[in-house]
């Protein structure tokens, strides 16, 4: 914070407002007094240009591509972290020593089970109800399972709930891929880890051995890395606008997976694996396909590209392109996907309507190549973009609790008829 101040003139009066700076040098003008000293509000549909709290999580920049978690660079947990240290490290605050991460890992393990009646849960589903659906339903009905730890304001029941949390979605979303196939749920193995769990629980079956495959194991937990948290997007603010009013964790996750079902928000990632076989399918040349995308009426986007923040390169992206090769490699796997891939992502960066918008590839571009290169069905893709999210979920739920903050409710400019008075139906037009 500095004590340097912006001053306003509005009709005949001027005020000064604060000037906040971040530990990263980002600046923004408070004008939390704006209302009340002159009777104007601000308008910024989007917020694209509204700081909605300060954060002490994740840092990014979008200009040069930065993204550190805790203070940390992705680059650096990509390489060298784990996803359930990285979890710690976003809800914590800091790496775990021995110690700490040994409860940690333990508890989850510990809690990896769902209650039985949920089998029923997902018995009266659709077989073709779409997993983040079912996700959702589940993370909202842990809700009645678990009366007894949804205090937002109580320490124990706020850690036995993100443990609970952490533990089963892995669980929820490979029981719904599970119900979708007609196969047997698998209950979780503890001895694996979280990865190789997930993993079990996805494609072992109660009839044959399974071997956790060490390169699809390294592979996930990377993917769960990158997608951990990204401070303020849809379905973070979800979490906390959802969170602002008190109601209990399970409740405020099971709106973000919603709000990250979307196509504009973590749902590209299946789009974008669905745009591909689609140009493959259809036999459109990746230039007919970019064409589609520039029309004006703005019906089919290059799904995987543009951010509302990144506006020269995606980090995890960078990050994830690499491993989506290595992977390929690794398995054997010839794709044209992955060639089509290769092609749009050319021809966009080269094409004037993609460099004047600044849209360059994001995270869900290549991470969906890899997916199905392990064999996820595409209904799964934005399942486990989910399971990635979460610890950032959670960590911007805990710190909006442990700072002061108000409910979420923007207001609105009324631009809707005036003086009208109520016409007897007889007298209608
Ligand atoms: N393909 C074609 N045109 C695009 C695209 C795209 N992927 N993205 C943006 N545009 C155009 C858009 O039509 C608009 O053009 P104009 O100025 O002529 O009206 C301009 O670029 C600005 O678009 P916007 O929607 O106002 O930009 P935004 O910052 O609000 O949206 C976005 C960001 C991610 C929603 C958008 O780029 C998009 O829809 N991308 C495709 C979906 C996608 O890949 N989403 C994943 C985002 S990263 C992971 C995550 O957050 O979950």
């Not at 004590?3 to 004008?31: F, H, N, W």
Request: charged content about 25%.
């Amino acid at each position: 914070m500095a004590d340097k101040t912006a001053q306003l003139r509005l009709d005949d009066q001027t005020i000064e407002l604060p000037i906040v700076v971040g530990s990263e040098g980002e600046r923004a003008v408070d004008i939390t007094s704006l209302r009340s000293k002159t009777g104007y509000i601000t308008m910024d549909p989007g917020y694209a240009n509204t700081g909605s709290c300060t954060s002490r999580i994740t840092f990014v920049d979008g200009e040069n591509g930065v993204l550190h978690y805790r203070g940390i660079p992705i680059d650096d947990l990509a390489d060298k972290g784990s996803f359930l240290e990285t979890a710690y490290l976003l809800i914590y605050g800091k790496l775990p020593n021995k110690d700490q991460f040994n409860y940690f890992t333990e508890s989850i393990s510990r809690h990896t089970m769902l209650h039985e009646d949920f089998k029923a849960f997902y018995g009266a589903l659709p077989k073709d109800a779409h997993p983040m659906a079912a996700c959702s339903a589940v993370v909202g009905a842990l809700a009645t399972f678990y009366p007894d730890s949804l205090d937002p304001r109580d320490p124990r029941q706020v850690e036995i709930s993100v443990h609970r949390l952490l533990a089963k979605l892995p669980t929820i979303a490979a029981y719904a891929y599970k119900h979708s196939i007609g196969q047997p749920f698998m209950y979780p193995d503890n001895r694996l880890d979280y990865v190789g769990n997930f993993l079990h629980l996805m494609f072992a079956t109660p009839c044959e051995d399974f071997e956790v495959d060490p390169v699809v194991k390294k592979a996930i937990d990377l993917l769960l890395i990158l997608h951990a948290d990204h401070e303020q997007n849809c379905s973070a603010s979800t979490v906390r606008l959802v969170g602002s009013s008190h109601v209990n964790l399970f409740a405020a996750i099971a709106a973000g997976i919603n709000a990250l079902w979307g196509s504009r928000h973590g749902g590209a990632n299946q789009e974008v694996i669905e745009m591909l076989a689609a140009i493959r399918d259809e036999g459109l040349t990746a230039s007919e396909f970019v064409e589609r995308a520039k029309s004006s009426d703005d019906t089919s986007r290059l799904m995987g590209f543009g951010h509302r923040v990144y506006k020269n390169f995606d980090p995890r992206m960078t990050i994830i392109k690499k491993a989506c090769f290595d992977v390929l490699e690794k398995l054997g796997v010839q794709n044209k996907l992955v060639e089509i891939a290769v092609e749009l992502e050319e021809i966009a960066l080269k094409d004037d309507y993609f460099v004047e918008r600044k849209l360059y590839p994001n995270v869900d571009f290549y991470s969906g190549v890899i997916y199905n290169a392990i064999g996820t069905p595409m209904n799964m893709f934005t399942a486990m973009f989910a399971i990635g999210r979460l610890p950032g979920w959670i960590a911007q739920w805990v710190e909006m609790h442990q700072d002061k903050h108000k409910i979420y409710r923007p207001r609105q400019i009324y631009v809707g008829e005036t003086g009208r008075r109520y016409v007897d139906i007889a007298e209608r037009d």
